[in-house]
T-cell receptor
Framework: GAVVSQHPSWVICKSGTSVKIECRSLDFQATTMFWYRQFPKQSLMLMATSNEGSKATYEQGVEKDKFLINHASLTLSTLTVTSAHPEDSSFYIC????????????????FGPGTRLLVL | AQSVTQLDSQVPVFEEAPVELRCNYSSSVSVYLFWYVQYPNQGLQLLLKYLSGSTLVKGINGFEAEFNKSQTSFHLRKPSVHISDTAEYFCAVRIKAAGNKLTFGGGTRVLVKP
């Protein structure tokens, strides 16, 4: 099936530093990529939607200057958490929308394994 | 705006017993419906989706769901669960005519006991 990878899988950083998370679609082209945030035992909250080559669209309440998103190609999107603080600690999940060569053979969102961020 | 409600936050079930996870949605327009599964410390995996056609949708791992438009529901079922089905399950909707954003329910944690 379609695979989306994220790197790193987990990261610990000091408060005030910036962290970059990569999201790659490995066997399909993702015209649209999504970034979600998930707090423990809660659902996914969409942060932003990005289309290749254009600026990301952020959801209400998400600071665009804090969460920088770049969608440089059809297979790569990055999320940079700038000047991270402890309240930014969370599980960040990306997804790419595209058509893979296997089930369900339709445009579908494929999710990455997530990146756990801990800001000390 | 659309919303998704998963009525049960946790569902304990014995191995080989059936399970049903409830999902209700609210939307003024037509939607597509999805069920995803999340295993511990992993991303989400698509179980099944309803786009159109038959209201009974079969997915992977023996799961199926039935779309009921009058009750605005999309309940997920499996006739016989395995220990490996222990996971978090998320119902999601997407507006048909308005882009590709998913709105997720709060999730249901399924714990399969031996």
């Amino acid at each position: 099936g379609a695979v989306v990878s994220q790197h790193p899988s987990w990261v610990i950083c000091k408060s005030g530093t910036s962290v970059k998370i990569e999201c790659r679609s490995l066997d399909f082209q993702a015209t649209t990529m999504f970034w979600y945030r998930q707090f423990p035992k809660q659902s996914l909250m969409l942060m932003a939607t990005s289309n290749e080559g254009s600026k990301a669209t952020y959801e209400q309440g998400v600071e665009k200057d804090k969460f920088l998103i770049n969608h440089a190609s059809l297979t790569l999107s990055t999320l940079t958490v700038t000047s991270a603080h402890p309240e930014d600690s969370s599980f960040y999940i990306c997804s790419g929308e595209g058509v893979s060569g296997s089930w369900p053979n339709q445009e579908t969102q494929y999710f990455g394994p997530g990146t756990r961020l801990l800001v000390l | 705006a659309q919303s998704v409600t998963q009525l049960d936050s946790q569902v304990p079930v014995f191995e080989e017993a059936p399970v049903e996870l409830r999902c209700n949605y609210s939307s003024s327009v037509s939607v597509y419906l999805f069920w995803y599964v999340q295993y511990p410390n992993q991303g989400l995996q698509l179980l099944l989706k309803y786009l159109s056609g038959s209201t009974l949708v079969k997915g992977i791992n023996g799961f199926e769901a039935e779309f009921n438009k009058s009750q605005t529901s999309f309940h997920l079922r499996k006739p016989s669960v395995h220990i490996s089905d222990t996971a978090e399950y998320f119902c999601a909707v997407r507006i048909k005519a308005a882009g590709n954003k998913l709105t997720f329910g709060g999730g249901t944690r399924v714990l399969v006991k031996p």
